[in-house]
């Protein structure tokens, strides 16, 4: 048993980890174990599959599931005061979506903060220290999503063009559209829905969902991936039919792009997606039954593994949209 003490074997053990879930459980053995079980020695923080949050059940409750496509389980966690403490609103109206160019710690304040924002979409950035947010008045356009990405963040509007925001160390914010419109060849109007923007591999893709909507049902019916090179001074995209072992991950919280492995629950080549229709909420029409258009995409041959069949139907029965609280994406970060 003396082999299980050597701090040398053990964190070997550990470099072999793949999932995040088993490196918690071997963080818990012991304290030995522990000291193992160090950030540098989680190889495969780069390729974390992200756990899917959902809505709470019953009205009021602050007990969250979150599923693992990784291990095919479920985890009830309780968040003190998730259904109590909502912003419904900020001195930029109604936030739509935030991206940090890093995550904030106890050490470092060194971060910047771009939201979406209003029913226009409109953009705003805050850094700490700023007394209010402060609107980028040049980037006129209505937009769809915001990444950070090779340091700096780049937003893509309705229309399908892609404007990089560069925030100066003055505090001060330089807008540049650097992609005209994507043409209608790659990405038919149909596709133009909701956009997503995700880097994958190095890769600076745009994802477009097509999306029908009748007064008896709804729901997503395909997606459109585009690669776009952001290198040069000129528009240059190609269309992606393959992502090889890769797939996709894309929400209004965040999008992402994961490795797939051999033994993986998950499937490489696929897009998987969730609701982002949080106006038809309020729809008279799906009082009870919005939050279904959850599911897999299969980029290979178009075909969609809907919440009917796919990981989560079997342990939820019900909506599963809530308006202030929808299915999410959550990465877990080993930074």
Known sequence: MAIWYRIDILEEIARQIKLPEDFIVFSGVCRLWRSAASKKNFRFRANVVPWLMLPPKEKGSDVRSFFSLSKGMSRQINLPDAERN???SSKVSFIQKFVLS??????????????IYGSTGKLAYFRPGFKTWIAIDSCQHTYSDVIYCRGMFYAIDVGGGITVIDIRSDNTAAAKRVVADLPLELVPREFRTKFYLVESAGKFLVVGRKFHYRITDYGTTAFRVVEVDLSRNQNEWSPVKNLGNRALFVGDNSSLSVQVF???????????FTEDWRELYFCRHYPEGVGRDMG?????????????????YNRYKCSLYHAFNPPMWVEESFQ
């Open 86 to 88: 909502k912003c419904f």
């Open 102 to 115: 890093t995550s904030p710690s106890l050490e470092s304040e060194d971060y910047t903060l771009v939201v």
């Open 262 to 272: 051999d033994n993986s629950n998950f499937k490489p080549n696929r897009i998987y």
């Open 296 to 312: 897999i995409y299969n980029l290979q041959d178009g075909s969609i593994e809907h919440i009917e069949t796919c990981f989560m």
